[in-house]
T-cell receptor, first 119, second 116 residues
Framework: AQTVTQSQPEMSVQEAETVTLSCTYD???????LFWYKQPPSRQMILVIR??????QNATENRFSVNFQKAAKSFSLKISDSQLGDAAMYFC????????????????FGQGTILTVHP | ETGVTQTPRHLVMGMTNKKSLKCEQH?????MYWYKQSAKKPLELMFV???????ENNSVPSRFSPECPNSSHLFLHLHTLQPEDSALYLC???????????????FGEGSWLTVV
């Protein structure tokens, strides 16, 4: 079974600064997908960024980028030029690329990291 | 605004009540999911529907009963719940294409359930 670990329960950053959230995962699969989701106080789970394991290039979405280290099974999220609206709980998640078996449709989530942004 | 809407957003029910959570997706997706988010626990997948067929049930107690009448609507029927079932229930959807998986799963805003 896959596991996802976020070792930072809480992080804080000053507005306009950069912060990196850590995520490690464990899997025996070679093909999979990794995601970062953001959950603000409204509780909606919002996709931040997605990475395909077969791609060596790190995904980037505006101020958000990842550092994907497949061999180390590490998937960190970097938020540049932090804004007050970035304050939320951030979840790292894993999804198998296997269409069959018991993992279909299953996102395995980490425990989450609460990000506070100070003005 | 979200492409996945859930109602009600908040629900308080007694242990002997019967209630339902509703989810509707406006994204043209063909797969829908129920996830449970409890305090201090990672999100847990409860049910998966693909093209209206239930493909997975992660050992969820029978007091939770899903229904998927079409690819746009998903219900979670609740009866004789326990206080420990109090949680945020998140509906989600994605576009799956047969053997191609990994499409992004989009979530609704969740339904807060309190069992008293």
């Amino acid at each position: 079974a896959q596991t996802v670990t976020q070792s930072q329960p809480e992080m804080s950053v000053q507005e306009a600064e950069t912060v990196t959230l850590s995520c490690t995962y464990d899997t025996s699969e070679s093909d999979y997908y990794l995601f970062w989701y953001k959950q603000p106080p409204s509780r909606q789970m919002i996709l931040v960024i997605r990475q395909e394991a077969y791609k060596q290039q790190n995904a980037t979405e505006n101020r958000f980028s990842v550092n994907f280290q497949k061999a180390a099974k590490s998937f960190s999220l970097k938020i540049s030029d932090s804004q007050l609206g970035d304050a939320a709980m951030y979840f790292c998640a894993y999804r198998s690329a296997d269409a069959g078996g018991t993992s279909y449709g299953k996102l395995t989530f980490g425990q989450g990291t609460i990000l506070t942004v100070h003005p | 605004e979200t492409g996945v809407t859930q109602t009600p957003r908040h629900l308080v029910m007694g242990m002997t009540n019967k209630k339902s959570l509703k989810c509707e997706q406006h994204l043209g997706h063909n797969a829908m999911y129920w996830y449970k988010q409890s305090a201090k626990k990672p999100l847990e997948l409860m049910f998966v529907y693909n093209f209206k067929e239930q493909t997975e049930n992660n050992s969820v107690p029978s007091r939770f009963s899903p229904e998927c009448p079409n690819s746009s609507h998903l219900f979670l029927h609740l009866h004789t719940l326990q206080p420990e079932d109090s949680a945020l229930y998140l509906c989600a959807s994605s576009a799956e294409r047969g053997e191609v998986v990994g499409n992004t799963i989009y979530f609704g805003e969740g339904s807060w359930l309190t069992v008293v």
